[in-house]
């Protein structure tokens, strides 16, 4: 099935950095979003692009839908502890039809303090 | 306003068994989507249901089911429980019909566990 190439897989970083992940396709998406998920819950949406070239913030969090509608990606600033779980991308296919949601295998975000 | 909900948030069975999973969409919202999580497969796509219609069904045996309320409720069984049904099931709530293309919203998902 189609899918999304996730990266990186996993991050280690200090309290205060800046995190850059993002997710490409071959194939072109109408709609990207991002989730976050920590530890034995659900995925929560952090933010939703549905325009090639939006850029959207949700507080320290920034999303950007690529020009050419096969890339998406989300930046972090100033990372905390609460940060850490793992950010999942999901988009819908271009003239897919009814075909569900495609989702990256996840960044698995670490924060040390 | 309330998120999606699911019951029984953790659960043990033994293989041969079978089980029933619960989730409430969020108020308003008629679509319903489940989705298994497992540490080495990711999220893989179950079924959506719409208006008590399947409208969409992933690539798992005849033993994963499902059904739809006509409160959007929705229920998902998995019959004679393998050992590999260990996962994580969650249920995403959408407003609109499949196809739409909407921002779905998890539940915090129900945690099986197969002996």
């Known amino acids: 099935g189609q899918q999304l190439n996730q990266s990186p897989q996993s991050m280690f970083i200090q309290e205060g950095e800046d995190v850059s992940m993002n997710c490409t396709s071959s194939s072109i998406f109408n709609t990207w979003l991002w989730y976050k998920q920590d530890p034995g819950e659900g995925p929560v949406l952090l933010i939703a692009l549905y325009k090639a070239g939006e850029l959207t913030s949700n507080g320290r969090l920034t999303a950007q839908f690529g020009i050419t509608r096969k890339d998406s990606f989300l930046n972090i600033s100033a990372s905390i502890p609460s940060d850490v779980g793992i950010y999942f991308c999901a988009g819908y296919l271009r003239n897919s039809g009814n075909t569900p949601l495609v989702f990256g295998k996840g960044t698995r975000l670490s924060v040390i303090a | 306003k309330a998120g999606v909900t699911q019951t029984p948030r953790y659960l043990i069975k033994t293989r041969g068994q079978q089980v029933t999973l619960s989730c409430s969409p969020i108020?308003?919202?008629?679509?319903v989507s489940w989705y298994q999580q497992t540490p080495g497969q990711g999220l893989q796509f179950l079924f959506e249901?719409?208006?008590?219609?399947?409208?969409n069904k992933g690539n798992f045996p005849g033993r994963f089911s499902g059904r739809q309320f006509s409160n959007s409720r929705s229920e998902m069984n998995v019959s004679t429980l393998e050992l590999g049904d260990s996962a994580l099931y969650l249920c995403?709530?959408?407003?609109?019909?499949?196809?739409?293309?909407?921002?779905?919203?998890f539940g915090p998902g129900t945690r099986l566990l197969v002996l």
């Open positions: 995403a709530s959408s407003r609109g019909r499949p196809g739409a293309q909407e921002t779905q919203y």
């Open positions: 108020s308003g919202h008629r679509s």
């Open positions: 249901y719409f208006s008590e219609t399947q409208r």
